[in-house]
């Protein structure tokens, strides 16, 4: 795959209430702007937001399954802007540079309004059985 190529876009559903719920109780992150409304509004927030740590996951996700990749080596991400219960996201990724046995990626999370909530970039290998013998 050249440079620059654009690679399919996966939507995720909405982000729910449970979803927020369930990814406290997994990463032991129980702040309470990402799960109760009076706090999230005294904190100066319109509402609860989602875990940042959740957008990453969701790219990290994605950036595993593009190409048939099964192993992602690399991601770093940057956090832009937040998430809300409700909110749809698309992840994105376009090829920066082919390797040796992989490729690198820029990636990108947006909400349905066209909002880019987190950028970065993924190393993945094609084929991860060959990495690892």
């Not at 109760?36 to 100066?44: C, F, I, L, S, Y």
Request: a negative charge.
């Amino acid at each position: 795959m050249s440079e620059n190529t654009q690679l399919p876009d996966l939507q995720h559903p909405p982000i729910t209430r449970l979803d927020l719920i369930k990814y406290a109780g997994a990463s032991g992150d129980f702040n309470p702007i990402h799960l109760d409304e009076d706090t999230a509004r005294k904190m100066g927030l319109d509402g609860i937001i989602a875990h940042g740590m959740l957008s990453m996951g969701l790219l990290g996700q994605y950036a595993g399954s593009v190409e048939g990749a099964a192993f992602v080596r690399r991601l770093s991400v940057r956090f832009r802007a937040m998430v809300r219960v409700g909110d749809v996201l698309t992840c994105r990724a376009r090829v920066l540079s082919e390797t040796e046995d992989g490729q690198r990626l820029e990636i990108w999370a947006e909400t349905q309004r066209g909002d880019v909530v987190v950028t970065g970039e993924a190393e993945i290998i094609r084929d991860h059985a060959a990495q690892i013998s």
